[in-house]
């Protein structure tokens, strides 16, 4: 049980990450709780695939039978990474031209979409 | 709905989410404790089979290399989302700047001065040498590419902006980006045109711990690379674009 | 080992919240940075090392200063339509 608790850590982010989301006031706000959601999955990734004694899954001064912690997982959080950063850099240019348009980043505020 | 009925909604079901999440990770087998058939599979066989020594890259540009180039085309379409979002909408177009000089400078701190710009020179060598290390060290062509995007902001924080200009909206850049995700769906046909499947690693490996081994590893690295310093570069100038204008019209 | 893995996640596990509840972006692009470094600190001690450079790169550099640029363009722009309005 005590060692199941860094999973409740990635379920403790990935709450947090969602209250910034569901009570912001203000959009640039928004898309950083966005990527400290995201950083939960990390943490579920890492801590699910960490094998105790094991070390980096790289063989340049190794043998190659020594005991590693696995490396598909790690494969899956680069992927993860790039996703975050281009989900970043496109919900901040639509923020900037919701501003240009409505002049203000106040979701609240933002009464274009709703007719 | 207001504020505090959303906040109220909001913490009435994440208190159910939070028991959802505590039931199905008590089901996972406790941390340290790894047992998945994959993770051993790949760590025993895949220094022979790719004459690799970072297992994880040759999972992520060989085991996996669909999926890398599924992630490339996410960060080809976001700069293009990008630019287009933010594509100059008077009339005349976007005022190429080719009247900027290297000389072109703000006044800044000569601390910062200083300091960026004998910083640029070692952080260059560094992106080249983690994006053509792929399959030897951690860091592939990702984390390399990122690197030597960020060396032209260096160059902004100096305060050259026109140097800044020149080099980031330059046709290299955009060569650069398109360059390197279409290379690497060119390296994936050309493993269909030697008669393997698509994206196969056909080309010989090498020796292990060599520069140039693991085959076509180490070429898509560098490729992803290109890619990836390409897209970011454009990123910024794309956000910086006004306000460098703004600076070298002021000078003018 | 054992130790510094525990520290390492309570200190992800308390970064979390002062990231979310910094509510003004001007100061949180700076407390997102450090939560950056401290998760690849994390990605370290865990023996990813291939994910920490990721991380460093793009959760430290990029990302806040994507953030911060959107933040002055976005000044600019108030600006001008400041000074447009006086006029």
């Known amino acids: 049980m005590i060692l199941h608790v860094p999973y409740f850590i990635a379920a403790w982010i990935f709450l947090w990450g969602l209250y910034g989301i569901v009570t912001s006031k203000n959009l640039v706000h928004q898309v950083v709780c966005l990527a400290v959601l995201q950083t939960s999955t990390y943490v579920l990734l890492l801590t699910v695939g960490y094998k105790v004694g094991g070390t980096a899954p790289v063989f340049a001064d190794i043998p190659v039978g020594t005991t590693v912690v696995d490396p598909l997982v790690q494969a899956l959080m680069l992927t993860d990474i790039v996703v975050e950063a281009t989900v970043a850099a496109l919900l901040l240019a639509m923020v900037v031209k919701a501003n240009e348009l409505a002049n203000t980043i106040d979701p609240e505020e933002l009464r274009i979409l709703t007719g | ?163 800044f200009e020149k080099i980031t909206s330059s046709a290299l850049v955009k060569v650069a980006e398109c360059g390197g995700a279409g290379g690497y769906a060119i390296i994936g046909i050309s493993a269909l045109l030697a008669g393997t499947h698509f994206l196969t690693n056909f080309v010989p490996l090498g020796t292990t711990g060599d520069l140039f081994s693991s085959g076509t590893i180490a070429v898509i690295s560098v490729c992803v690379g290109v890619e990836v310093t390409g897209g970011f570069v454009q990123l910024t100038q794309i956000y910086l674009r006004k306000i460098v204008e703004a600076e070298l019209r002021k000078k003018s | 080992m054992r130790l510094l893995q525990w520290m390492s996640l309570l200190l992800v596990a308390v970064a979390a919240p002062g990231v979310v509840l910094t509510r003004d972006p001007k100061p949180q692009v700076v407390t997102l940075s450090f939560y950056g470094l401290l998760c690849a600190l994390m990605f370290f001690i865990f023996q990813a090392p291939d994910v920490a450079l990721s991380q460093i790169t793009i959760g430290a550099v990029m990302l806040p200063l994507m953030i911060l640029l959107a933040l002055t363009r976005m000044r600019r722009h108030n600006q001008q339509k400041q000074r447009k309005g006086s006029k």
């Open chain 2, 1 to 163: 709905m207001n504020l505090r009925a959303r906040t109220t909604l909001f913490l009435v079901s994440a208190a159910a989410l939070a028991v959802i999440f505590v039931l199905a990770f008590l089901d996972l087998p406790p941390m340290g404790d790894y047992r998945g058939p994959y993770g051993y599979v790949v760590t025993q066989v895949a220094v022979y089979e790719r004459h690799a020594t970072d297992v994880v890259n040759a999972i992520n540009y060989d085991y996996r290399a669909f999926d890398t180039l599924g992630e490339e085309f996410i960060l080809f379409a976001a700069v293009l989302g990008v630019l287009l979002l933010f594509r100059p909408d008077d009339k005349k177009g976007h005022k190429r700047n080719s009247n900027a000089q290297e000389q072109d400078e703000l006044p800044v701190s000569d601390a910062l001065r200083i300091s960026t710009q004998a910083i640029m020179g070692l952080m260059i060598v560094f992106g080249f040498y983690i994006a053509t290390h792929g399959q030897l060290t951690p860091g592939s062509g990702f984390q390399g590419g990122v690197i030597l995007a960020s060396a032209p902001i260096l160059l902004y924080l100096a305060g050259n902006v026109g140097a």
